[in-house]
């Protein structure tokens, strides 16, 4: 069983409760609800505002049995900006057993930011699991356009988050992705402004975040 000793009831304002009734950790609110019995490890992040768990005894019922995508037995949680829960892929995982909190944070990063942070710096914005980086005038012009424009209420992949203002989708430096002018939004968090054309990217290794 994991060994609770030391764990606060709270990380970053979020409540963990343990109920027998509970086969599969959930979010309801600012509480995160675990299974009385849970087995693994648990280690505190970002400043103790969140956590990284592993599950090494996973219960498997009729809905998760043959589930696409599979029921996670990695969860990273905890506080940013509102409460949060979400499963994380192996490849999250294992960055952080190899390479400790730096890694896990890393490894969650979209392809095309670590790209462009590495060429031009840490320039990027983050809502929840979107990332944006503004492109200057000489990255924008080598951008290869695969839409045109579009103007609205448009959702950001396939997630909760819209951007309000103008989007199309493009080729930045190899990479495919989203780029935006305008507001950024979604629930709990705040609204990230984007005055010139940014490009958008989605965190990698989230399963289900909400």
Not at 9 to 30: A, C, H, M, Q, Y
Not at 95 to 114: D, H, V
């Amino acid at each position: 069983m994991m060994e609770r000793n030391g764990i606060p009831e709270k990380i970053g304002g979020v409540t963990l409760r343990f109920n027998s009734g509970v086969l599969i950790p959930f979010r309801n609110g600012d509480i995160i609800f675990f299974p009385e019995n849970i087995e693994g490890d648990i280690s505190l992040v970002n400043d103790n505002k969140q956590f990284v768990l592993w599950e090494s005894n996973p219960h498997f019922d009729l809905e998760w049995w043959d589930a696409s995508p599979p029921r996670p037995e990695h969860w990273f949680g905890g506080f940013d900006e509102s409460p949060f829960l979400t499963g994380v892929e192996e490849d999250a995982w294992k960055a952080f057993s190899e390479s400790g909190e730096k890694g896990f944070f890393n490894a969650l990063k979209p392809a095309l930011i670590l790209h462009l942070e590495k060429r031009y710096g840490a320039g990027w914005q983050r809502q929840g699991e979107i990332f944006a980086f503004p492109l200057n005038p000489s990255l924008l012009a080598r951008t290869n356009r695969l839409s045109e424009d579009v103007t609205g209420d448009l959702p950001v992949f396939h997630t909760h988050h819209k951007l309000h203002g103008t989007m199309c989708r493009a080729r930045v430096e190899g990479f495919e992705c989203l780029i935006g002018i305008g507001t950024l939004t979604a629930d709990d968090h705040s609204p990230r402004v984007f005055k010139k054309p940014h490009a958008l990217a989605v965190a990698r290794f989230l399963m289900d975040p909400d």
